[in-house]
């Protein structure tokens, strides 16, 4: 996807000015009023940046035959600057195009701008590169980190102003930061960003922050110039949640902003579902009692490329798919039970929706793909990959690697060393061991597991993936659980030195001849969770398949039987698979993403194959299956 560096974004198709149109608090009776009339909303949320943008409308369409009269988004701050003042609206990310969908569809538009957002996103939408910044303290009122913020909403911000409400567009109301309360209690730095807020976006806008019934007191402001909501799901009483508002807000519209359909999945646990059926009681109360609501989610979508999160400082990464039990799915197809719940409450509180329910799309399956070895990843051990030479090894950080593997290789050559122990200490987040060109061990995050050595060993490679960057919390902001890399290696009781760090892409399918594995290899192949290890350490493996112009049909790639990894198609990173942990095996490949004659899939496989050596793809998903924590 291109990237554009700008200084002012020039936007065209901007939704048409209309005249006297106003959407504001009426602090004094308790709730909105749009163009002069009271006003309740029925949210829908979902992420443009987890959708193909060529389905925006597929997904938008969908919540307004629900009876949903607005859409709620948030705004991925990290993917819309990649690198420092380098900015990218293209594509999936051209949220303006998404603005613009919202509007044709006649419905309002929430945008929750953050600068952080959670979202089970890396790094919770902030810029991984912040990490490798020198005293930098995220969600402060640090100097560092402010300036960044600044400069972003400076870029972003004035470019809404076509799109809010009273000038014609969709825009109702605008987040600032996002559950604050679940990480500090500066009331100074939520003030700080309110008023970067009104300086390139204006006073007159409904600004609000979203927080625990709990948490309200750290997490906002009490003033009309900021409302506050909540977050809350199925359990507990809404009249006791906003009853905890009250004491704390005392006047102003009651408002939901994450009412959550269901809940998020973790690798090596079961798939979280949630019932239909207290989410359409609790659904159908929230509005009798005046409650405006989003749904959290509506539509969950996909963590494409990289961007899957993880959560505490002992790391939890979330999966591929973040389909979240929604009621729409990850590949937009009702689940009915939820959805009818959904629509009897808003024909109920919304009278005269005549909009026909949405048929399930067609998928493609049937197809299975063989694939064969390409490259080694260690083949991208060559100058133009080489980082730096240090005495000691250094966290990806540091190297500004900030997505994906790293590597790290040192020479024991001449080591007095005859025989020992080798001991990769402070791994994050996990380390694909070679000797001497041999794959030996996997290493989980924060595990220390000793190799044996003899005087014949020579060369030591270390590949450490990254599996995304912790989004909440207080863990967030703490380097010491968010660096990625090792942190030391030990050869008996003797630390090794020099070392020389490469820069490894996981999305480099180029096939570049591989090295070669010395003779006399001190050590033999290695075997993790029962299986046996690729022998000459994570490869990259190949397939195609052709299609038809009426097969271009969504479908799912089935990854069982291999074990861990990245999956390309067509040149577009889809994501990571992990079937060895679960409960995702099934990757979901958009239709748009396949293209009439040769299909090309690459699996960057970082453990061990399958022995079959094949992937299929299947009109079925699987994000439900076995699950291994231990993995």
Not at 87 to 109: E, P, R
Not at 291 to 317: I, Q
Request: with cysteine; charged share 20%; glycine share 10%.
């Amino acid at each position: 996807m291109p990237l554009i560096s700008l200084s002012i974004l020039f936007l065209t198709g901007i939704v048409s000015i209309a005249t006297e149109r106003s959407f504001i608090v009426d602090w004094d009776h308790d709730r909105f009023l749009k163009d002069g009339e009271p006003f309740q909303y029925a949210s829908a949320g979902m992420h443009y940046f987890r959708i193909p943008a060529a389905y925006w409308n597929d997904r938008v369409y969908a919540a307004k035959t629900a009876g949903m009269t607005t859409i709620q988004t948030y705004v991925a701050w990290g993917q819309h600057e990649p690198f420092p003042g380098t900015y990218d609206f293209n594509g999936n990310l051209d949220i303006f195009k998404f603005m613009q969908v919202v509007a044709d569809n006649d419905m309002t538009l929430i945008l929750r701008v953050g600068p952080y957002i959670c979202a089970e996103w890396n790094f919770g939408g902030l810029p991984p590169w912040l990490l490798g910044i020198p005293r930098m303290e995220v969600r402060s009122q640090n100097t560092a980190f402010l300036d960044r913020v600044n400069k972003w909403l400076s870029i972003f911000l004035p470019n809404l102003k076509s799109f809010l409400y009273k000038n014609g567009g969709p825009i109702i109301m605008v987040q600032v930061e996002n559950e604050y309360g679940s990480f500090g209690c500066d009331h100074g730095y939520i003030n700080t960003l309110h008023d970067m807020f009104k300086k390139y976006l204006g006073d007159d806008v409904v600004y609000f922050t979203t927080d625990g019934p709990g948490l309200i007191k750290c997490g906002s402001i009490n003033t009309t110039a900021l409302l506050t909501t909540i977050d809350f799901g199925t359990g507990g009483d809404p009249a006791g949640h906003f009853s905890a508002l009250e004491k704390y807000q005392p006047h102003g519209p009651h408002v939901n902003s994450e009412f959550y359909t269901g809940w998020l999945d973790h690798w090596g646990h079961a798939h979280s579902t949630r019932a239909a059926a207290p989410l359409g009681e609790v659904f159908d109360k929230l509005l009798g009692l005046g409650v405006s609501v989003n749904l959290y989610m509506w539509h969950g979508g996909t963590n494409f490329g990289l961007t899957s999160g993880a959560e505490k400082s002992t790391l939890s990464p979330n999966p591929t798919s973040y389909d979240y039990d929604a009621p729409q799915s990850e590949w937009g197809d009702l689940k009915m039970d939820k959805y009818n719940v959904l629509r009897n409450a808003t024909d109920k509180y919304f009278p005269g929706n005549k909009l026909p329910v949405p048929k399930p799309h067609p998928k493609l399956g049937g197809i299975s793909v063989n694939m064969t070895s390409l490259a080694h990843l260690t083949a991208q051990l060559t100058p133009s990959n080489f980082l730096a030479f240090t005495g000691l090894p250094q966290t990806m950080e540091m190297m500004g690697v900030f997505e994906g593997i790293m590597a790290y290789r040192h020479s024991l050559k001449g080591n007095p060393i005859k025989n020992g122990t080798i001991t990769v200490r402070g791994v994050h987040d996990r380390a694909f061991i070679l000797v001497d060109g041999t794959f030996v061990q996997v290493v989980r995050r924060d595990e220390e597991v000793g190799l044996g050595v003899s005087h014949a060993t020579r060369d030591i490679v270390i590949l450490v993936e990254n599996q995304g960057y912790i989004g909440f919390g207080k863990a967030m902001s703490q380097f010491q659980y968010q660096y990625k890399g090792i942190a030391n290696v030990t050869l008996g009781r003797y630390v090794l030195t020099q070392w020389e760090h490469y820069r490894v892409y996981v999305n480099d399918t180029r096939g570049e001849t591989s090295v070669e594995v010395e003779q006399g290899a001190s050590v033999n192949r290695g075997h993790f969770n029962g299986k046996p290890l690729i022998p000459r350490g994570p490869t990259i493996f190949k397939g195609s398949f052709e299609l038809e112009k009426e097969q271009l049909l969504d479908t799912f790639l089935d990854t069982t039987g291999w074990s861990k990894g990245f999956l390309i198609v067509n040149d577009i990173l889809i994501g990571r698979y992990w079937p060895d942990a679960g409960p995702q095996y099934t990757l979901y490949i958009p239709g748009v993403y396949l293209k009439v004659g040769l299909n090309t899939v690459f699996m960057v496989e970082l453990q061990s194959s399958n022995p079959k050596l094949t992937v299929s793809l299947n009109k079925k998903p699987n994000i439900d299956g076995p699950v291994n924590p231990h993995a």
